[in-house]
C-alpha cells in the first residue's frame, strides 16, 4: 500500500521516546493560525511512497534507537491516510519497532467505517501524542476552523483503553494564553487515566515565511512568541511533566 509523504526525518529528537525515525504525512483539514507546515495542508503535494519503502528505510537507523526509539508518524494528519497507517504499523511491529502516532484528532468519529478502522489501528500502536490545541470550543475553532469536540472524545476512548498518551499543548499569545483555559485544559487532562506526560510548545514564528512563499497572508503576524515566564506559568498550570 501507498500513502502521500510530505518527509523523512532520520534521527528525531522530540517527537516520542528515544530516537526516532519520523514520518511526516501530507494532507490535513485543520487550518491552524499558527501552521509552521503548510505546505503539508495538500495530500497530493506529497510523494506516494509504500509502506515497505519507509520500514525498509527506517531499519537502516535502528542501531541509534537503542531501548526507546522507533517510529513516529506525524503530518500533517496522518489519520486521513489510515488505511495505510495501519499497513505501515503493522508491518513495524512485525519487525519489532515501536510505534508512535503524532495526531491533532481532528478526523476521529465513532461512525463506521472509520471507528472500527481506528480500532485496528490500535492494536499496532505503542504511544500517542495527542495534540490539543486549545480546551474552549469557540476558541478552538477560531484557531483552527473546526470543533474540539470530537478530538476531546478522542482523548476520553483512549483513556477508556487505556492507551499510553503523551499531551501536547502549544501555548500562543493572546489565543491559548490564558490562566482561565490552561487551568481548564488541566481539569480536563485531570480525568484522563492514560497520560504519560504532558508537554507545552511554545508557539514560534518559524513557518511565517512558508504562508508568504504559498501567497498566504499569516494570520498571527505581529503575535510574539509566549515569554519564559508565561511557558514555566503554563507547564505549571497543566502540571506538564
Known amino acids: 500500500m501507498e500513502g502521500y509523504i510530505h518527509s523523512t526525518e532520520s534521527f528525531g529528537s522530540v517527537d516520542g521516546p528515544g530516537v526516532r525515525f519520523v514520518i511526516f504525512t501530507a494532507g490535513c483539514p485543520m487550518r491552524w493560525q499558527f501552521c509552521h507546515n503548510p505546505d503539508t495542508w495538500n495530500m497530493k503535494t506529497g510523494t506516494l511512497t509504500s509502506t515497505d519503502d519507509l520500514i525498509k528505510k527506517a531499519l537502516r537507523y535502528r542501531s541509534y534507537w537503542g531501548d526507546e526509539g522507533g517510529i513516529t508518524v506525524s503530518g500533517g494528519e496522518p489519520l486521513l491516510q489510515i488505511d495505510f497507517l495501519t499497513e505501515l504499523f503493522k508491518k513495524a511491529k512485525e519487525n519489532g ?26 492494536q499496532y ?117
Not at 104 to 114: D, I, L, V
Request: negative net charge; aromatic residues 10%.
Open 97 to 122: 519497532i515501536h510505534t508512535t502516532l503524532d495526531t491533532s484528532g481532528n478526523p476521529f468519529t465513532r461512525e463506521e467505517p472509520f471507528f472500527s478502522k481506528f480500532n485496528e489501528l490500535m
Open 125 to 241: 500502536t505503542d504511544l500517542i501524542l495527542l495534540d490539543i490545541k486549545h480546551i474552549d470550543e469557540k476558541e478552538h475553532i477560531r484557531l483552527t476552523g473546526h470543533t474540539n469536540k470530537n478530538i476531546l472524545d478522542l482523548a476520553t476512548y483512549l483513556s477508556d483503553m487505556k492507551k499510553p498518551v503523551w499531551i501536547r499543548h502549544v501555548l500562543v499569545p493572546k489565543r491559548s494564553d490564558k490562566d482561565e483555559y490552561l487551568d481548564r485544559l488541566h481539569e480536563f487532562i485531570l480525568t484522563l487515566h492514560n497520560v504519560e506526560r504532558v508537554e507545552v510548545l511554545p508557539y514560534h514564528t518559524l513557518g511565517a515565511y512558508k504562508w508568504k512563499e504559498l501567497g498566504m497572508e499569516y494570520p498571527l503576524e505581529g503575535i510574539d512568541p509566549p515569554t519564559a515566564e508565561r511557558v514555566e506559568n503554563a507547564r505549571k498550570r497543566l502540571g506538564a511533566f
